[in-house]
């Protein structure tokens, strides 16, 4: 019998959610918390290799990701404007003053295919297009308490690039295990215009970084595990938790958000014509999230509404726009909510195929 993917997708987010609020995770996020003012949020590619708290190896939950398919953010996008402002108030309402936002493009150093594919495997296309949206960030931004950075996530070794101010590109994975005062000379000498907060924030995470990377390089794990094989489309926001490396996550920050979705759904395509993913095997999932923070008031059922109607749009844009994809194999759809302060989901509509 088939494994149900449905089944297998809630078995994953509810080890999440117990390890995200069990005690250890909750001591992890405080001293985290009172070691650091600067608030991280990542710009990434939908593809779920990348995963920020892994790289940067912070506590589940403190970063703040931001998804779409190739990272192709547009600044001007409204919802995004709204949430990176939502972002900052929250942010100074916990005192944490400054904060840090990664641009991020990924690319694979052993082999070309196993990069974006949302740019066709180009990374040099991918590097283009992150300078010109960290560019405009930065028309916005130069004046508040917001610094951008572009990195660049190298997935075979899980390594961080870091792009300069002046161009100059230093490849974490060639940089040895060094000090604390010796990393923050290097971090001050590739961004100048980075306050003293900030550089005081980062550097640690630079560090963690470089150590992840030797505990990857001892790992030796089998290069076959790295390429694509996506079979979940999970659209909305909340995928804190998930660390499939099959999961295609599109977050809903662009007003044309079919264009993102029906993408997604020609990965998952692609990949079943190349015969990388097995239907029968590896379930075709869409899921639907919207989180809340605040259980108490209106955000729950605004929530229930949004993961829901995105349920209804999500498979629509793939009817329409990948039919293909729904014709000929079983895509079974879950829409769910999540509080925020617990990871607990809320299921709201289920329906296997
Ligand atoms: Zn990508």
Known sequence: MATNGID???RTQAQSAASFSSTRAVL??????????????????????VKGSRYLKTPLGVLTPRRTIGGKFEMWWPDLQKEIEMWRQRAAKKFRHRCLSLFSYHFSRGDEHRGCAGFDCQ?????????????????????????????????DLEAM????????VLDLAEVEITSVSRLE???????PSMDEESVRDFVPRVQA??????????????????GHQEHMLLVGRGYEYMHDPNALIVSPHTPDLAV??????????????????????????????????????????LARQKSLGLCR???????????????????????????????????HDRVDR
């Open 313 to 347: 749009f999500a498979y629509r844009v793939l009817e329409e726009r990948v039919p293909e994809l729904v014709r000929n194999y079983p895509v079974s759809t879950l829409a769910v909510t999540i509080d925020m302060t617990t990871w607990r989901l809320n299921i």
């Open 260 to 301: 993102p979705i029906a993408s997604a759904g020609g990965v998952i395509l692609n990949n079943i014509n190349q015969g990388l993913v097995i239907p029968a095997k590896t379930p075709i999932v869409v899921v639907t999230s919207a989180p809340y923070f605040e259980p108490i008031g209106p955000e729950p059922e």
């Open 185 to 191: 000379w290097m971090i001050r000498r590739l961004f």
């Open 123 to 155: 990374t040099n296309d991918a590097i283009a297009y992150t300078t010109a949206l960290l560019e405009d960030f930065k028309r916005i931004y130069q004046q508040s308490t917001m610094f951008g950075v572009m990195v660049g996530f190298e997935t």
């Open 161 to 168: 690039v870091l792009h300069g101010e002046s161009g100059e």
């Open 8 to 10: 297998q997708f809630l």
């Open 28 to 49: 992890e996020r405080e001293l985290y918390w009172s070691r650091t003012s600067t608030e991280i949020e990542v710009y990434k590619c939908s593809d779920a290799r």
């Open 209 to 226: 970084n470089i150590e992840h990377i030797q505990e990857v390089r001892e790992l030796e794990r089998p290069i076959e595990a790295l």
